[in-house]
């Protein structure tokens, strides 16, 4: 079982508030991802870190931010949450630099709702 | 770019009934691939990997064939359960990136 985790799971906020996703990993991954998933179920990568003080923008266009002060907390942070944010959130980490088989793993997601 | 494409769902079966989702991809280098599966309010769960040509990866029945030739990785079982209903994404890894699918929903009927 993956030992990585986010908190909340659900989380209802109204717009112009101010939230931080949480998300930990007990396995010492150098790597770790933010990816929102839309309805549709594609997943957009919208930040990555390869470690410690490291922290790129993805794929997506996003109007998050990212901190990675510790290997083991990868925190998502919107300023101002609106309803175009609502989606479900999912933070990964994998192995950096190993060639070969290595697979990211998973949270559960946090389901953000705007209102 | 690296990329991957998968069939589009949905898909719809029997219980019993064989399961194919086709899975194909686009790398520069020599990536190792993955199927993922998530159920309703989950995260992914890694279902089965290959990390070299030829390699069979196998995990609670499903099955994939990494086919450089062909640069594919269907996924394969043989009789699904009413429990395989998820959705599933095929992936790669290639100098340290993914790249996802965008994710197939299996749904099984009794």
């Known amino acids: 079982e993956a030992d990585i985790y986010q908190t909340p799971r659900y989380l209802v906020i109204g717009t112009g508030k101010k939230i931080t996703l949480e998300c930990s990993q007990t396995?010492?991954?150098?790597?770790m991802y933010w990816y929102q998933q839309d309805p549709g179920m594609e997943l957009h990568l919208i930040h990555y870190s390869y470690g410690v003080n490291s922290t790129e923008k993805g794929d997506l266009s996003s109007e998050s931010t990212v901190s990675r002060i510790r290997t083991e907390h990868f925190p998502l942070t919107l300023e101002s949450a609106r309803p175009s944010h609502t989606s479900q959130y999912l933070c990964?980490?994998?192995?950096?630099?190993?060639?070969?088989?290595?697979?990211?793993?998973f949270g559960q997601g946090t389901r953000l709702t705007v209102v | 770019g690296d990329s991957v494409t998968q069939m589009e769902g949905p898909v719809t079966l029997s219980e019993e009934a064989f399961l194919t989702i086709n899975c194909t991809y686009t790398a520069t280098g020599y990536p190792s691939l993955f199927w993922y599966v998530q159920y309703p309010g989950e995260g992914l769960q890694l279902l089965l990997k290959a990390t070299k040509a030829d390699d069979k990866g196998s995990n609670k029945g499903f099955e994939a064939t990494y086919r450089k030739e062909t640069t594919s990785f269907h996924l394969e079982k043989g009789s699904v359960q009413v429990s395989d209903s998820a959705v599933y994404f095929c992936?790669?890894?290639?100098?340290?990136?993914?790249?996802f699918g965008t994710g197939t929903s299996l749904t099984v009927i009794p």
């Open positions: 396995m010492g991954h150098d790597k």
């Open positions: 990964a980490s994998s192995e950096y630099g190993k060639t070969g088989g290595t697979e990211a793993f």
């Open positions: 992936a790669l890894s290639d100098r340290n990136q993914f790249y």
